[in-house]
């Protein structure tokens, strides 16, 4: 079984504009998870919710809409009006380790309440028209809360589990614990992604040859590191390197384009860009100086001018990968 490869959720990153350019420009990714919002109790979707999850700018992508929610009637609003929509899935957000999040029992913060998750469960599970899968960490002080919380999970039907193999005390700081991969695998009756520190397409390729049950793999700074991942993948290749570089001018540009239009402002659009360059500065190598000045620029017509240098003049990196800042160091 070939797994498939999911774009993760990358607040300030992965919006639909990144998953549009994506799709259009490299070998889609099998499903694009959305950045999480946050139902109310009011059960209205607010502007920026609406832009970014409109059915028609999704229509080119297979788009999963994440939700970080505590409260099951808010969830059971949120996903029966997505599924009105057209969505076929929706994703609950249980990992994210934010601390304004947890404090509000929210995201991974969630995973310390065990009966009221189940209370959760047992609510979305009875009113949901949609599917709905889970993005999980292990725990929030230490992995061994996850056998407890895969019980609760295996009780439901949950359509998919993904599972980023840290607690959330990990933050993203310490290694993924890849030992409680091969322990979800195992045990999980619903299908298992695994998420976290798969940064290259070769780090993707040796993790699933040691765990071929694995039913796919998700990724967030990889594939904005070297968007081309996909096409690493699927075996798909280039024609050219001048293929390549111009797939990596389009894509930039039409994203550029679309923030600069949703957001009413170049500038806005620039410090956005700015975010994706974090990442995408690995698609290249030796730009240090043309990288600098990109991120120094002040105004739209200095950083498009920068990132052309770059896009135009730097080298490509013979293999994309994601370093952390603390392994730049």
Same mark, same amino acid.
């Given at each position: ?115 009221e998750l189940e209370r959760f469960f047992e ?33 439901? &039907? ?20 890849? =030992? ?34 694995? =039913? =796919? ?48 402002? =170049? ?32 105004? &739209? ?29």
């Open positions: 079984m070939t797994p498939g490869f999911y774009c993760a959720p990358l607040e300030g990153v992965t919006g639909c504009s990144f998953r549009r350019a994506h799709a259009r420009y490299f070998t889609p990714a099998d499903k694009y998870f959305a950045p999480f919002f946050a139902p109310t109790q009011e059960h209205v979707f607010p502007p920026r919710v609406l832009r970014e999850l409109s059915p028609g700018r999704n229509a080119s992508t297979n788009t999963v809409p994440q939700l970080l929610c505590r409260s099951a009637d808010d969830f059971v609003w949120a996903a029966n009006a997505l599924m009105d929509m057209g969505y076929g899935e929706v994703n609950l957000n249980l990992g994210c380790p934010s601390g304004t999040v947890t404090a509000k029992g929210k995201g991974a913060g969630f995973l310390s309440r065990t009966e609510q979305v599970f009875s009113a949901a028209r949609v599917k709905v899968s889970v993005k999980t960490r292990l725990g929030v002080l230490s992995p061994e809360e996850f056998p407890r919380l895969l019980e609760i999970y295996n009780r439901y &039907p949950i359509c998919e589990l993904t599972v980023h193999a840290r607690v959330r005390a990990d933050m993203y700081r310490l290694p993924v614990r890849e =030992a409680w991969f091969d322990y979800a695998l195992r045990h999980s009756r619903a299908s298992v992604c695994c998420n976290g520190d798969l940064f290259s397409a070769s780090a993707v390729r040796d993790f699933v040859q040691k765990r071929p049950e694995c =039913a =796919a793999v998700m990724a967030g700074r990889g594939l904005a590191a070297g968007p081309d991942i996909t096409n690493r993948l699927s075996g798909a290749g280039w024609r050219s390197e001048a293929a390549r570089r111009a797939a990596l001018r389009e894509f930039h540009g039409e994203i550029y384009e679309t923030c600069a239009a949703d957001f009413g402002s =170049a500038r806005s659009a620039m410090l956005r860009m700015k975010e994706l360059w974090s990442y995408l500065q690995f698609s290249f190598e030796d730009c240090g100086r043309e990288l600098k000045r990109l991120m120094k620029a002040k105004g &739209p017509a200095e950083f498009l001018s920068a990132a052309d240098a770059v896009l135009s003049g730097c080298a490509l990196a013979t293999e994309p990968e994601y370093r952390p800042k603390e392994a730049q160091q």
